[in-house]
């Protein structure tokens, strides 16, 4: 029997190359360091790490024919992500990201999500007209979408009441957002940086930027801000916590796993507070397990 979703999450999946180093790097350095390739994608990420929480995920997304989308398909199904909505695209090549990293965070990304942006609307059919329509649950939109999809999403009459729970690849994609800041439905998962460029205002802690984004009309925001505070809020309660201080290792990957631990103790009825530590606690875990390296 089918299991059933407790979750959609909708946007990308794609192979994570991230190159680290101990020092502290400039354009141009050649150092010593770890690479390592492993699943990833903003929607992908999320997927996994909810399933460790014991939440069903629904993935629609786009992958290449070739053996790095064969290979994350089987990656999908081996950890109990529904993934048969998942758009195959014939003689196409599957996405991937590129991060280099340092001791100070990451140094310089490339992302290249053609595919997902070049496979459209057929990625939402689904949950427009196929097994999924009239969803009710949370919806997890990554920026990583076209903007023919996301306007979909966030105009279509059969989104209207939806739960949309946003967040953004990066922050050179927070503007693919700006149309949901409205929505009664959407709650947006942001660092500090990101909450500036999504207001085009410049703010100072995390509070005051979540202070401000609530009043656009959406339903609720968390914004973090490196080790100092984060802060929740929607409209009624605002929680401020300062994460747990770790060392830094590895960063890829960090916010997806902060949005990933709220989200599901949110869905299991903890309150905000509790959500959030619960958050900030399994995100400084992941930081600072690091890279494992094979020589000293």
């Not at 979703?5 to 050649?30: A, K, T, Y």
């Not at 629904?58 to 290979?71: H, N, P, R, V, Y």
């Not at 801000?225 to 990957?253: D, H, Q, R, Y």
């Amino acid at each position: 029997m089918r299991e059933k979703p407790h979750i959609i999450c909708i946007g990308s999946v794609l192979w994570d190359i991230i190159g680290f180093s101990d020092e502290n790097l400039d354009r141009g350095n050649d150092k010593e360091g770890i690479i390592s390739k492993q699943p990833g994608g903003v929607a992908m990420n999320l997927a996994m790490r909810l399933r460790k929480y014991n939440i069903i995920s629904a993935f629609l997304s786009a992958l290449g024919d070739d053996k790095e989308g064969k290979d994350l398909l089987q990656i999908c199904k081996r950890n109990g992500i529904l993934c048969n909505d998942i758009v195959i695209c014939p003689n196409a090549r599957t996405d991937y990201y590129m991060a280099i990293e340092d001791k100070k965070g990451v140094a310089l990304a490339i992302a290249d999500t053609s595919l997902l942006c070049k496979t459209g609307d057929s990625i939402l059919k689904p949950i427009i007209s196929g097994r999924y329509k009239n969803w009710k649950g949370p919806i997890v939109v990554d920026s990583n979408l076209s903007k023919s999809i996301l306007e979909n999403l966030r105009y279509n009459s059969a989104f209207k009441g939806s739960d949309f729970r946003l967040v953004p690849g990066s922050p050179s994609k927070v503007e693919r957002l700006k149309l949901f800041l409205t929505h009664p439905g959407a709650n947006f998962y942001l660092n500090l940086s990101e909450a500036c460029l999504i207001l085009n205002r410049r703010f100072e802690t995390s509070k005051d930027a979540a202070l401000e984004i609530v009043k656009t009309g959406l339903r609720s925001v968390l914004v973090t801000n490196g080790e100092k505070s984060a802060c929740f809020a929607n409209g009624s309660e605002v929680v401020e916590v300062k994460p747990p201080k770790v060392k830094i290792i590895k960063l890829t990957g960090a916010g997806d796993v902060l949005m990933a631990s709220h989200l599901a103790k949110t869905l299991k009825g903890f309150n905000n507070r509790e959500a959030l530590l619960f958050a900030l606690k399994e995100t400084g875990k992941f930081i600072s397990e690091g890279f494992k390296s094979g020589c000293s």
